[in-house]
């Protein structure tokens, strides 16, 4: 057991691995080269980092055209990364780049498909306030409110839906919680379909649009 554990912590202590594992935790499929670029290192040292991570089941690797693509495993995975990243000290930027990447991370971002950030909390909070979701401490549960506001707001959702939980994970840049798993993910398709939210430049970010402003704040009484 111990043996095992060693392992498998010895794999995540290496900056080239993590930083392939934070580079894919949107959930996305990222090339062995692009991965590479990201983390600084050659292709050839990517390749060696990149069979451990498959070896170890934390990714899966699949073939489209000429490429090989890599993805995290499942969710577990980017639970693990995002409370190593919780632990460790604030990040100390030393550029204007380093700077603007930061803050577009910290105001809202992708993790394994949902929004994370202060986006992420800010909504989290605002569905606990209007009762749409129940506060349980460590995850919450919708509630028939907040049931039929997903009618309402376009999210299609069982009705099982109501007793099933929503995981919370912890914010590593704003060091609070945000709703995850698959409830967090179609309201994050949902914002998305809406154009309040899209894509930023900055690689996971998220930027709110012009009218997502307007319509968070009427919707969620969110001021970003």
Known sequence: MYKNLYSTSSLLTHPTRMAVLIALSDG?????????????????????HLTKLVKAEMLI???????????IANSRVVEVVEAIA???????TSSLKDSI??????????????????????LTEALIT????????????????????????????????????IPYHVDWTERKFHIAGPFALKLTKRLFELGWIKNGTTRRSIVVTQIGKEKLEQEFNISL
């Open 130 to 165: 209007l009762e749409y979701i129940q506060d349980l401490g460590n995850s919450g549960k919708l509630t028939n409110k907040g049931f039929q506001w997903c009618q309402n707001f376009g999210l299609v959702l069982s009705k099982k839906s109501v007793q099933e939980s």
């Open 101 to 122: 990447d930061k803050q577009a991370l910290s105001l809202a971002r992708t993790c394994y498909g949902h929004v994370a950030g202060k986006l992420g909390i800010q």
């Open 28 to 48: 996305n499929s990222l090339p062995a080269g692009e991965l590479a670029q990201i983390a600084h290192v050659s292709p050839q040292t990517m390749s060696e």
């Open 86 to 92: 919780n632990l460790t000290p604030a990040i100390e």
């Open 61 to 71: 690797k699949h073939k489209s055209g000429k490429h090989r693509y890599y993805r």
